[in-house]
């Protein structure tokens, strides 16, 4: 179904038939809601996250039980530094799709913004839970954990990752460094070398300072 019919949205269709008191059927509801969410998708896709928190917040008004577009808002909000609006939508999404994994491991996420770690492992933990392969989850409470501290389980979450998909650029490079902090520095050099060979320029500019012969 496209977005635009006629010359006339979705959304201003929804609008005039509740205006004049004509009821659309539930599977309508969810179609248009539907249509409003793949608009909101292209939109941010092109970076537009203005715009598609737009067409996401029309979907919600049409359907209110349409997880998918407070996801999909949440992730708009947070690219836009918006967490707090971004934390509301998890919430959200969570409560309609409890046995969804990645709403928690976005949730975390901006909990880890918001500087809330453990909470944002909390998450993370029950990300991966649900999803034992869910490299992601893994990644994001590697960072969680170096964040408080936690090298070692840092460095366990981010060996994870590397099993599942051995090009992770990133989990290399925060391997790297967190084994240099842990005064392995073979082991440091050997994951830096791994990541700058994946294109990291700051894996590049480790290893010239720290990985040279006369180190």
Avoid at 19 to 46: F, K, P
Avoid at 140 to 152: A, D, Q, Y
């Amino acid at each position: 179904m496209p977005f635009f019919m006629g010359g006339i949205s979705i959304f201003c269709l929804f609008l005039l038939l509740n205006h004049y008191g004509l009821v659309l059927s539930g599977h309508d509801y969810t179609m248009a809601a539907a249509t409003l969410n793949i608009e909101g998708q292209r939109r941010a896709s092109n970076g537009e996250y203005s715009e598609s928190i737009i067409a996401y917040s029309k979907a919600i008004k049409i359907d209110s039980n349409f997880p998918n577009s407070y996801y999909n808002r949440g992730v708009s909000y947070s690219m836009l530094g918006q967490q707090n609006l971004a934390l509301m939508d998890f919430n959200k999404f969570i409560s309609q799709m409890p046995q969804d994994s990645k709403g928690y491991n976005y949730r975390g996420y901006v909990l880890r913004h918001l500087g809330k770690d453990s909470m944002a492992i909390l998450d993370f933990n029950k990300a991966i839970q649900l999803d034992s392969e869910y490299l992601s989850a893994y990644y994001n409470r590697g960072v969680s954990f170096s964040l408080i501290g936690k090298s070692s389980l840092a460095i366990l979450d981010f060996t994870k990752v590397l099993k599942i998909d051995s090009n992770y650029a990133n989990a290399y490079l925060y391997r790297g460094y967190l084994e240099f902090k842990e005064n392995e520095k073979g082991l440091s050099c050997t994951d830096m070398h791994k990541a700058a060979n994946l294109g990291v320029q700051a894996a590049k500019e480790f290893v010239a300072k720290n990985c040279g012969l006369s180190n």
